[in-house]
C-alpha cells in the first residue's frame, strides 16, 4: 500500500489545501492528512476544530484519511508506515523554508520522500493566514474555502 503524509496547521482548512488533498489521492494509495499540534504556533481553531472541519470536508474523500500528530513528523510517517511527505509549493516564497525542512527530513529518515504539489493557479495566491485576516475584517471568504469553514469563521469573528 503507497501511502503519503500531508501535514499542517490546516487552521484552517481551504480550497488550496483540498486541491492539494485531490492531487495526491491520485498518486497515492491513501493520504493521512495530518494536522499538527503545535502549542507555539498559537492557531485561531483548536486541534479538535481544524479536525472537525477536516472531517467534514477531505474526510469524506475517498482514500482520505484525517489523523493528529505531535513530535517529529519523520516519526509519525514512520509509525504510519508511509513512504512520502506531500507539501504544496504556491511560490517561490514557499520555496527556501520547504527545501531546508525536506532535507532536514531525508537528513532524519532517508526512507521518507518529500512531494511538492502545485495547486491550481488560482489557488497559488491563497493560505490559510490571509483568509483570516480578510475574515477579521468582515470580508467574504466563501469562494476561498468550504462552507462549513467560512460558517465557523464567521462565528470566530462575530462581535
Ligand atoms: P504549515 O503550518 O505546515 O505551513 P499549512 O496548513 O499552512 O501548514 O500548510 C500545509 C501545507 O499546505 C504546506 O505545504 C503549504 O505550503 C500548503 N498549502 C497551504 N495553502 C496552500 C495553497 N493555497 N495551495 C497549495 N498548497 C498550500
Known amino acids: 500500500m503507497r501511502r ?7 487552521d484552517p482548512v481551504t480550497n488550496g489545501h483540498l486541491d492539494v488533498i485531490e492531487r495526491a489521492r491520485k498518486l497515492f494509495d491513501e493520504v493521512v492528512v495530518a494536522v499538527a499540534h503545535n502549542d507555539e504556533k498559537q492557531p485561531l481553531f483548536s486541534l479538535e476544530q481544524r479536525l472537525d472541519l477536516l472531517r467534514e470536508t477531505a474526510g469524506r474523500i475517498e482514500n482520505v484519511r484525517i489523523a493528529k500528530f505531535s513530535g517529529l513528523l519523520v516519526e509519525f510517517a514512520r509509525a504510519q508506515n508511509a513512504g512520502a511527505v506531500i507539501r504544496g509549493l504556491r511560490a517561490v516564497s514557499d520555496f527556501e523554508f520547504e527545501f531546508q525542512m525536506a532535507l532536514m527530513n531525508r537528513n532524519l529518515n532517508a526512507a521518507v520522500e518529500t512531494i511538492f504539489l502545485m495547486p491550481k493557479e488560482e489557488y497559488t495566491y491563497l493560505s490559510s493566514r490571509i483568509v483570516k485576516e480578510i475574515a477579521r ?21 462575530r462581535q
Open 137 to 157: 475584517l468582515g470580508g467574504n471568504v466563501s469562494s476561498f474555502v468550504p462552507g462549513c469553514v467560512a460558517k465557523a469563521l464567521t462565528g470566530k469573528f
Open 4 to 10: 503519503a503524509i500531508y501535514p499542517g496547521s490546516f
